[in-house]
């Protein structure tokens, strides 16, 4: 798996409520139970396609070396030059996932993919992203995969970390603008796959907001945000699942209010487990 780029991760879930059953086959809340459109309880045992669309240096065994997305790409042009560089990232995006990497995720037993984005990758309804997205998600409705479309890299950047290749700090919860680009970014999104039913669900940020010290002074500027993110999803798409992740690295929930929507997972990102 290393191909992939797999970042290992316990993806833990909790469920509240019920939500609507949507449309046809697609997957909802009821209660503390992920369903299918049947009503059968349904267990996530899934895998990210990380290193993909967001290129990170660990996967690339870049130790002590560039590591966001954009030192990577800044490192790539260095060597190559820009034009050869642009050809490269094509090239790369077209080629790094395959249909018999998603025929051999489904084999190894696992039912579900979490595929982290880019927002650059998105701002338009006719961007590159859609194009790579659609084509890795027809294979995963092919093999009867499940995918949860991940914002990894949020405009402004939510972690201040390499991973959501910002400025050095969650300057997304600073940003009226950065904020504004992110929820027109899911709504674009939610339009776009509204009636796909391999679609899982919407994580709408991974990991927001770290342990530093300071940070937590951004904590209540969280659940808003995924409140007005979650209205624009539903004037589009009333049926897919919303997953929303707690402060702190998806480990500090104390930020949330009751829940605000019927369809949603809190979910956990679990590091360091013996």
Same mark, same amino acid.
């Given at each position: 798996m290393t191909k992939l780029g797999v970042r290992w991760l316990a993806w833990v879930v909790v &469920?509240?409520? #019920? !939500?609507d059953r949507g449309q046809g086959a697609v997957r909802h809340t009821r209660g503390v139970? $992920?369903?299918d459109g049947a009503g059968r309880p349904l267990a996530l045992k899934g895998t990210n396609l990380g290193n993909w669309l967001v290129p990170e240096g660990y996967v690339w065994h870049f130790d002590g070396g560039p590591q966001s997305p954009k030192e990577i790409e800044a490192l790539i042009t260095e060597l190559v030059g820009p034009e050869?560089?642009?050809?490269?990232w094509k090239t790369y995006r077209e080629r790094y996932v395959t249909r018999e990497d998603i /025929? %051999? $995720?489904?084999? /190894? =037993?696992?039912n579900s993919v979490r595929i982290p984005m880019h927002w650059k990758l998105f701002q338009t309804d006719d961007a590159e992203g859609f194009h790579?997205?659609? #084509?890795? +998600? +027809?294979?995963?409705?092919?093999? !009867?995969?499940? &995918? &949860?479309?991940?914002l990894h890299a949020a405009p402004g950047g939510q972690t201040g970390t390499n991973i959501d290749d910002g400025h050095g700090y969650p300057w997304l919860f600073r940003d009226a603008q950065a904020q504004q680009q992110t929820i027109d970014l899911w709504a674009r999104l939610a339009r776009h796959y509204h @009636?796909?039913?391999a679609v899982l669900g919407y994580d709408l940020l991974n990991e927001p907001i770290p342990n530093y010290a300071g940070y937590e002074t951004l904590h209540p500027a969280l659940e808003p945000l995924y409140r007005r993110i979650a209205k624009a999803i539903r004037a589009v798409d009333g049926h897919h699942i919303l997953i929303l +992740? !707690?402060?702190?690295?998806?480990?500090?929930?104390? &930020? %949330? +209010?009751?829940?605000?929507? =019927? @369809?949603v997972i809190y979910q956990l990102h679990k590091y360091w487990a013996g």
């Open positions: &469920v509240w409520f #019920r !939500g139970e $992920i369903v050869k560089a642009e050809a490269f /025929q %051999f $995720i489904k084999a /190894q =037993g696992f790579l997205l659609d #084509r890795v +998600g +027809g294979w995963c409705h092919e093999a !009867g995969l499940l &995918v &949860v479309l991940d @009636n796909e039913t +992740g !707690g402060a702190e690295w998806d480990g500090d929930f104390s &930020v %949330f +209010g009751p829940p605000f929507d =019927g @369809n």
